[in-house]
C-alpha cells in the first residue's frame, strides 16, 4: 500500500461512499468524513428515499462515520454548488438544451469548492469520493483517468473536466471493484448502508419534477408553443419548451401513426421539432468548451486525433476522428472541437458531455453544442473554413 | 438514578410495591427541584427537556389565556425553541411581538413596557442567552409587566441557559413559569421541568393518564427525574465558586481572543454567564475554526447546536445588529463546573494558531476560488464566436 495519507472522504450516506472510506481507514490512511450540505433538499426529511441529499442522508453517512470511528463533519456548499451547479443546470434548460450537472459539481464542487477546503481547512492530502474510476500516476507524476475495472458501474463519463492538480489529488478507492464487491465489502464491515438502494436522478430535484423545479427554482413562466413535424407541419401545441431533449418520446400527447421522438428544442422560437428514429442519427458532433485531463489534446494544439466517444452515461464509445472547429489551434481549455464519428450516434443532446476516450483512458470532453438537426449546417459551416458560429439549438 | 433504570423499573403510576418505590422516587425528585428553585414541589412539571418544558409553558398559558385575549410578547434573541413555538401559535390567531434589543443582546424594560396592550396574556424572556451570554434584566421586566399589564398576563423566563450559573429563585425572578434542562446542569439528557407559580392555570398539551397533575400525561422518567435533580443540586451547592472561577477563565480566553487581528467580544461585557466566551472573527465562517479546533480536540461552537449544515446567520447576532457575513464568523467556548485552569491554559496557547491558521485557509480559498473563475472565464471567452472569427 501507498504511505499513509490524510484524506478527506465525501460520504453521501450512500453505500459506495461508505465503503470508500472504510477501504481507506481499514489500508491505515488518516480519513475524515464531510457530508455536503448543496441546497436545501437537506432541510426535508425525505419522503423520495432515492436522493442522496436528504437529512436521512447525512445521518447515514454520520452513522457510517461513527462505525468507522473517524472525525466526521457537515459541510455547507450551498454557495458553491448554487453557481457551480445550480445556476448552469437551470439556464441550459431554459436555453434548450440537456445539461450534465454532475459534470459539473465533480469539478466545481467535489473536486473545487470541497477538494480547496481539504486542503486549507482540514488539513488533507486529497479528496477520495465513491466514483467507480481509476486514477494512475506515470512516473513523470502525470495523472492519468482510467475506466473503471466495473465497466457497467465505470462514472469517468462525470470525471471528464477534472484537471492535473485535481485529479492528482483524487482518490477513488472503488476503481478496482464491481458492485457487488463494493456490496460485499459494506458487509464484511457491517456499514449500516451496507443494503441501501441505488440513488438515482437529479439529487436537488428529488421528485424528479424537472419542470417545476425549473418554475420553482429558476423562475421560468412556460408559454404555450408549437410542436411541429421534421417537414415543419404543426401536428401540435407543447406547455413550454424547457425540460424536453432530443431522443424523448413521451409526454408529449401527439399520435402520427408512425413513432416521433423529440429532434430539436429551440427556446427563441418556443419550437419543439419531432422527427422519426433515423433523423435522430448523426455522424457529427460539435462539443465547446473541451478539457483535456493532460490539459492538452493528445496530438498537439490544432491536430487532429482518433478518440473512442460517448455521448451519453454508459454508452458504447464509439470511433471517431476529433478536429479543431475552424482554422486556429482551440486553446487548450474551452475551445470547440468537433467529432466526426466512424458510425451514427442517436439523439446527440446539445448541453450533454461528450467524452472522448482513448482505450480504457479517458482523454477529456466537453458539452454537445448542436444537434443532429444542425449537422448539415455544420458540415457547410466548416467547408467554409471555421465560419461564424451557428446559433446554438 | 441508576437503580431506577435496573432493578428498580415500576412505574410510579402502579399500585404494587414497585410501583410506589417509583412513585417515591419520583415525588422525591420533585421536592428537590423543587426546593433548589425556591419551589414547592407541586409547582414542578418534569418534561422531556428544556424544549418541552418551553413548549409547554408557551402552549398552556396561549390557550388557558385565549379568553382574555391573544397577545404575546417576546424579544428577537430568544431560543427557537421560543421562537418556533410562537411562530406556530400565530397560525392559530396569536399576535406575537418580537422586541429588540441593544448590541449587546439586551431588552430595554421601556420597550417591553410600551408593547404591552390590554390584550397581552404572556410575557417571554430568557434569562440569559444561550449564545452569547448576556443576561436580561428579567426582575424589571416583570416589575413592568406586573405594574403595566392586565391582571392574568403570565411571564415565562427561559432560564435553560442560565441556571447551572445564575440564581434562580422563583420568588425573586417573580415569574409564574420558569423553565430549566438536565443537560444544562450536567445532568441527563432529556429531562427539564416547568416551574407553575400555585394558582397559575395553563392547558397541558399532552393528554392520557393524570400524571404530573394533568399538565403532562405519560409515564414518567423516574431515573431522568431523579438524575436532574442530583444534578441541579450539585450546580446550586458550587454555583458561587463555580461562578467566580470561571469569571476568571472566562475572562482569560476572551482576552487571548481580541487580542488577535480582526476578533471582537460579543454580548455584554460583565452582565453575562460567567462560563460563556463568545466572539465573532472577521472574514472567516465560525464553522471553519470549529473543525479546526475539533481536530485539535477542543469542543468549540458557533452560535447554537445545530446539525444540517445550514448557513442561516445566527438570529440572535442578527438582531444585536450585526451584518450577516459577519455573524457567519460567530465562535462560541462554554466553560463548565469540570473545565479546569489547565484547559484553558491549552486553548487559550492553542486558540491564537488556530484563528490564525483558520483565516490563511479563508483567504487562501478565496484567492483559489478568483482564480477558478478567471480561468473559466478565459476559457469562456475563448470559447466565444469572436475568437474564431472568418479569415
Known amino acids: 500500500m501507498s504511505r499513509p495519507e490524510r484524506i478527506l472522504v465525501a460520504m453521501s450516506g450512500g453505500v459506495d461512499s461508505s465503503v470508500a472510506a472504510a477501504l481507506l481507514a481499514e489500508q491505515g490512511h488518516e480519513v475524515v468524513g464531510v457530508w455536503m450540505r448543496l441546497h436545501d433538499v437537506a432541510d426535508t426529511v425525505s419522503e423520495f428515499r432515492k436522493s442522496c441529499c436528504s437529512l436521512d442522508a447525512a445521518e447515514d453517512a454520520r452513522r457510517v462515520a461513527a462505525q468507522l470511528d473517524i472525525p466526521f463533519y457537515i459541510l455547507n456548499l450551498e454557495r458553491d454548488f448554487a453557481e457551480g451547479v445550480l445556476s448552469p443546470f437551470l439556464g441550459a434548460y431554459l436555453e434548450g438544451t440537456t445539461p450534465s450537472p454532475c459534470v459539473d459539481c465533480n469539478t466545481t464542487v467535489k473536486f473545487g469548492a470541497l477538494l480547496g477546503r481539504a486542503r486549507h481547512l482540514y488539513e488533507c492530502d486529497a479528496v477520495a469520493t465513491g466514483h467507480y474510476a481509476r486514477r494512475e500516476v506515470s512516473a513523470d507524476g502525470r495523472a492519468r483517468l482510467r475506466r473503471a475495472r466495473d465497466r457497467d458501474k465505470d462514472q469517468t463519463y462525470f470525471l471528464y473536466g477534472l484537471r492535473q492538480g485535481q485529479l492528482r489529488d483524487a482518490r477513488f478507492p472503488l476503481g478496482d471493484l464491481t458492485k457487488p464487491e463494493v456490496r460485499a465489502a459494506a458487509r464484511r464491515h457491517g456499514l449500516v448502508t451496507a443494503d441501501k438502494p441505488e440513488s438515482q436522478g437529479i439529487c436537488f430535484i428529488p421528485d424528479g419534477d424537472v419542470r417545476a423545479a425549473l418554475r420553482s427554482r429558476g423562475g421560468w413562466q412556460p408559454e404555450p408553443g408549437p410542436v411541429v413535424d421534421r417537414d415543419g407541419t404543426r401536428v401540435g401545441e407543447h406547455t413550454g419548451a424547457a425540460g424536453y431533449t432530443p431522443g424523448q418520446r413521451q409526454g408529449l400527447g401527439i399520435a402520427l401513426g408512425a413513432p416521433r421522438y423529440v429532434s430539436r428544442v429551440d427556446p427563441t422560437t418556443n419550437t419543439i421539432t419531432l422527427g422519426r428514429r433515423e433523423d435522430l442519427e448523426t455522424t457529427l458532433v460539435a462539443v465547446d468548451g473541451v478539457s483535456f485531463v493532460a490539459e492538452a489534446p493528445p496530438a498537439g494544439p490544432g491536430g487532429a486525433f482518433r478518440a473512442a466517444v460517448r455521448i451519453r452515461h454508459r454508452a458504447e464509445p464509439i470511433p471517431a476522428w476529433v478536429r479543431p472547429a475552424g482554422d486556429h489551434a482551440p486553446p487548450a481549455r474551452g475551445g470547440r472541437w468537433l467529432i466526426e464519428t466512424d458510425s451514427p450516434v442517436w439523439a446527440v443532446a446539445p448541453g450533454q458531455a461528450a467524452v472522448l476516450y482513448d482505450g480504457e483512458i479517458c482523454l477529456g470532453g466537453g458539452r454537445i453544442a448542436r444537434t443532429a438537426g444542425d449537422a448539415g449546417v455544420l458540415a457547410a459551416d466548416r467547408a467554409a473554413t471555421g465560419g461564424e458560429r451557428v446559433s446554438v439549438a | ?391
Request: proline share 4%.
Open chain 2, 1 to 391: 438514578m441508576l437503580p431506577f433504570l435496573g432493578a428498580e423499573f415500576g412505574n410510579p403510576s402502579s399500585p404494587h410495591a414497585w410501583g410506589r418505590r417509583a412513585r417515591a422516587a419520583l415525588d422525591e425528585a420533585h421536592e428537590r427541584i423543587g426546593a433548589a428553585i425556591g419551589a414547592g414541589p407541586r409547582e414542578i412539571v418534569i418534561t422531556s427537556g428544556g424544549t418541552e418544558a418551553l413548549n409547554l409553558a408557551l402552549k398552556g398559558a396561549a390557550w388557558a389565556g385565549k379568553a382574555r385575549g391573544h397577545r404575546i410578547l417576546t424579544t428577537k434573541v430568544e431560543h427557537h425553541a421560543v421562537l418556533h413555538s410562537l411562530q406556530y401559535l400565530e397560525k392559530f390567531g396569536f399576535e406575537v411581538v418580537e422586541i429588540p434589543v441593544d448590541r449587546y443582546g439586551r431588552v430595554d424594560p421601556d420597550d417591553i413596557e410600551a408593547a404591552l396592550s390590554e390584550r397581552s396574556i404572556l410575557v417571554v424572556i430568557g434569562h440569559a442567552n444561550n449564545e452569547v451570554g448576556t443576561v436580561q434584566p428579567v426582575a424589571e421586566v416583570v416589575r413592568r409587566v406586573r405594574a403595566h399589564a392586565p391582571k392574568g398576563c403570565l411571564v415565562l423566563v427561559d432560564a435553560v441557559a442560565s441556571a447551572p450559573y445564575l440564581k434562580v429563585d422563583v420568588t425573586g425572578l417573580g415569574a409564574d413559569l420558569v423553565a430549566i434542562a438536565g443537560h444544562k446542569l450536567e445532568g441527563p439528557k432529556g429531562a427539564g421541568a416547568l416551574y407553575v407559580r400555585a394558582g397559575t392555570h395553563i392547558l397541558g398539551q399532552q393528554q392520557g393518564g393524570t400524571q404530573e397533575r394533568y399538565r403532562r400525561a405519560g409515564t414518567e422518567d423516574v431515573a431522568a427525574a431523579l438524575g436532574m435533580a442530583v444534578a441541579l443540586e450539585l450546580a446550586v451547592a458550587e454555583r458561587d465558586a463555580t461562578a467566580r472561577r470561571l469569571r476568571k477563565a472566562r475572562d482569560r480566553l476572551t482576552a487571548a481572543l481580541v487580542a488577535l487581528d480582526g476578533v471582537e467580544s460579543t454580548g455584554h461585557p460583565k452582565d453575562r454567564l460567567p462560563g460563556l466566551v463568545s466572539v465573532i472573527v472577521r472574514d472567516v465562517d465560525g464553522a471553519s475554526i470549529v473543525v479546526k479546533l475539533d481536530l485539535e480536540g477542543v469542543a468549540a461552537s458557533v452560535g447554537s447546536a445545530c446539525t444540517t449544515g445550514s448557513a442561516e446567520p445566527s438570529h440572535v447576532l442578527t438582531a444585536m445588529g450585526y451584518p450577516e457575513d459577519e455573524a457567519r464568523g460567530a465562535l462560541r467556548f462554554s466553560l463548565g463546573r469540570t473545565t479546569t485552569d489547565e484547559e484553558v491554559d491549552q486553548v487559550v496557547e492553542l486558540v491564537p494558531r488556530v484563528v490564525k491558521a483558520a483565516c490563511d485557509a479563508a483567504a487562501a480559498l478565496a484567492a483559489e476560488r478568483a482564480a477558478a473563475a478567471a480561468a473559466a472565464e478565459t476559457a469562456a471567452r475563448a470559447a466565444e464566436p469572436g475568437s474564431m472569427v472568418r479569415s
